[in-house]
């Protein structure tokens, strides 16, 4: 079972960045998969979360990225996108992509499977 991050780097105040998270080799269903974010120093907290498999698409956001960030999905190709927009210094933060067997849920311990996490950093 693994999931890969990517998109990371490097950003001004004001830029814009798109990670990526690649499912593969999964033995169970799941039906969330959500984005999460570590900032230096920080604890982990829940960025974006979004339904997998489901008719409808059902996602939540974070207060702090409402507005700025979007997620998305292609349920077909096991991927899951976060489009972040008007990134600000306190966006930085290794950002992880997790998969989850209870939809789109605001808690990390739902989370069963965890990226490697890729890094974001906005900084003029």
């Known amino acids: 079972v693994q999931l890969q991050a990517s998109g990371g780097g490097l950003v001004q105040p004001g830029g814009s960045l798109r990670l990526s998270c690649v499912a593969s080799g999964f033995t169970l269903d799941y039906s969330g998969m959500g984005w999460w974010r570590q900032a230096p120093g920080g604890e982990r907290e829940r960025v974006s979360c979004?339904?997998?498999?489901?008719?409808?698409?059902?996602?939540n956001y974070a207060d702090s990225v409402k507005g700025r960030f979007t997620i998305s999905r292609d349920n077909a190709k096991n991927t899951v996108d976060l489009r972040m927009n008007r990134l600000q210094p306190e966006d930085t933060a290794v950002y992880y992509c997790?998969?989850?067997?209870?939809?789109?849920?605001?808690?990390?311990?739902?989370?069963?499977?965890w990226g490697q996490g890729t890094l974001v950093t906005v900084s003029s």
């Open positions: 979004i339904s997998i498999g489901y008719s409808d698409v059902r996602t």
């Open positions: 997790a998969a989850s067997g209870a939809g789109p849920s605001t808690r990390s311990l739902s989370y069963d499977y």
